[in-house]
């Protein structure tokens, strides 16, 4: 088993859609949560971080966090055709360890 | 935040000719640094990781003598894909973490003719 799961997609919504992202994990030590975004050919560049549990928000972006149930999600409200990219989860644990999903990629249709 | 510089973005060269890309921590200083390969609409996959003063911890299946790291100082790590062949083409990326959060170059595309 993968120390993070995420669904590789692809995703396809229409422009103002709510978009939900997900990711689960099987290590109960992990403490701290990010989200990348990643344009294609570019570098990932961080959106969303978050230590422990809870709700994290940030302009149309929401970061939740549930570690009872080892479950993160990325939710983008009013979605926007410049929010097409890949968005990686990642995780990292006290010591520094990082890991991180595949990566779902998402296309906002205009 | 943590700004990762690398350097070039771009590089095209002939097969048996060798690459050096640079990982630069701008404001920050990293004793550790990552080196990812990433396929095209594939996740990063961790090639090594760069340790300041001293060798680099290889993944497995990545070749040392092919993919030379060098973190002569804390603020910049090297990787030289030596003899460059056509399957070596890919986007490769490097990161370094300040605060728990890994921050990432903008990535080097490397294409073998």
């Known amino acids: 088993q993968k120390e993070v799961e995420q669904d590789p997609g692809p995703l396809s919504v229409p422009e103002g859609a709510i978009v939900s992202l997900n990711c689960t994990y099987s290590?109960?030590?992990?403490?701290?949560f990010m989200w990348y975004r990643q344009y294609s050919r570019k570098g990932p560049e961080l959106l969303m971080y978050t230590y422990s549990s809870g709700n994290k928000e940030d302009g149309r972006f929401t970061a939740q966090v549930d570690k009872s149930s080892k479950y993160i999600s990325l939710f983008i409200r009013d979605s926007q055709p410049s929010d097409s990219a890949t968005y990686l989860c990642?995780?990292?644990?006290?010591?520094?360890?990082?890991?991180f999903g595949t990566g779902t990629s998402l296309t906002v249709i205009p | 935040g943590a700004v990762v510089s690398q350097h070039p973005s771009r590089v095209i060269c002939k097969s048996g000719t060798s690459v050096k890309i640079e990982c630069r921590s701008l404001d920050f200083q990293a004793t550790t640094m990552f080196w990812y390969r990433q396929f095209p609409k594939q996740s990063l996959m961790l090639m090594a990781t760069s340790n300041e003063g001293s060798k680099a911890t290889y993944e497995q299946g990545v070749e040392k003598d092919k993919f030379l790291i060098n973190h002569a100082s804390l603020t910049l790590s090297t990787l030289t894909v030596t003899s460059a062949h056509p399957e070596d083409s890919s986007f490769y990326i490097c990161s370094a973490n300040q605060d728990r959060v890994s921050n990432f170059g903008a990535g080097t595309r490397l294409s073998v003719l």
């Open positions: 290590n109960s030590a992990f403490q701290y």
């Open positions: 990642a995780m990292s644990d006290v010591g520094n360890q990082f890991y």
